[in-house]
């Protein structure tokens, strides 16, 4: 079955930087394009970025724009999500997330917490 595992949350300060991973199983990676979504308490998720099957196509929030990266490496099944110059208002919870057919797969979520 689909699988989504991040890791690679934590707390860091104001202007640091996180590198989220996020390991996929069960289904052919190199097919899909995935997702990074956030949610902040109180607050709907919000989609963060996605990248193309191959890499070579990504979309940005206005909000991350510059300041967050996603790659993806195919061989090992790994989307990453690189967070640069982190700001308060970075702080939550991050999915990451695919569609396969017309289901849509999600892991359990990695915290990241920026606050001095």
């Known amino acids: 079955q689909v699988q989504l595992a991040e890791s690679g949350g934590g707390l860091v300060q104001p202007g640091g930087s996180l590198r989220l991973s996020c390991a996929a199983s069960?289904?052919?990676?190199?097919?899909?394009?995935m997702s990074w979504y956030r949610q902040a308490p109180g607050k709907e998720r919000e989609l963060v970025g996605r990248i193309s099957s191959g890499g070579g196509n990504t979309i940005y929030a206005d909000s991350v724009m510059g300041r967050l990266t996603i790659s993806r490496d195919n061989a090992k099944n790994t989307v990453y999500l690189q967070m640069n110059r982190l700001k308060p208002e970075d702080t939550a919870k991050y999915y990451c997330?695919?569609?396969?057919?017309?289901?849509?797969?999600w892991g359990q979520g990695t915290q990241v917490t920026v606050s001095s």
């Open positions: 069960g289904f052919t990676f190199s097919v899909y394009a």
């Open positions: 997330s695919t569609q396969v057919g017309q289901v849509s797969y």
